[in-house]
């Protein structure tokens, strides 16, 4: 059973910074695209960050680009987002997902959509406020 469970969100001033966690099972990391993504209140869910499958490229969206860093731990079976120079507007419920589609060119895309057929984990708020 394919199983996600995000950790490590939490209240933080601008500029600040978190480091959110994804423990897995069920699925090897390699196998399929991961990604985070993120619900404000009253807005749809947007794609933050992906990694392609067999450890691919990583993509981000511009307004985090350069401020967030997705990995994976192999080892550990677990992904991260460590997240630097938090912003008012990045406040939201953060999921991680895995988008179970088999792929061997490591290029991921994080239109929602697309992970529909995925498996998500329940979320973790981040909260950015003075």
């Known amino acids: 059973q394919v199983q996600l469970v995000e950790s490590g969100g939490g209240l933080v001033q601008p500029g600040g910074s978190l480091n959110l966690s994804c423990a897995t099972s069920g699925f090897s990391l390699s196998d399929y695209a991961v990604g985070w993504f993120r619900q404000a209140p009253g807005k749809e869910r947007e794609g933050v960050a992906c990694i392609g499958a067999n450890y691919g490229r990583t993509y981000y969206i511009p307004s985090v680009k350069g401020r967030f860093t997705i990995s994976t731990d192999k080892a550990k079976n677990t992904m991260s987002l460590q997240m630097n120079s938090l912003e008012v507007e990045d406040t939201a419920v953060y999921f991680c997902?895995?988008?179970?589609?088999?792929?061997?060119?490591?290029?991921?895309?994080?239109?929602?959509?697309?992970?529909?057929?995925?498996?998500w984990g329940q979320g973790t708020q981040v909260t950015v406020s003075p």
């Open positions: 997902a895995t988008d179970l589609i088999p792929s061997h060119h490591g290029i991921c895309t994080v239109v929602v959509d697309r992970w529909a057929s995925g498996s």
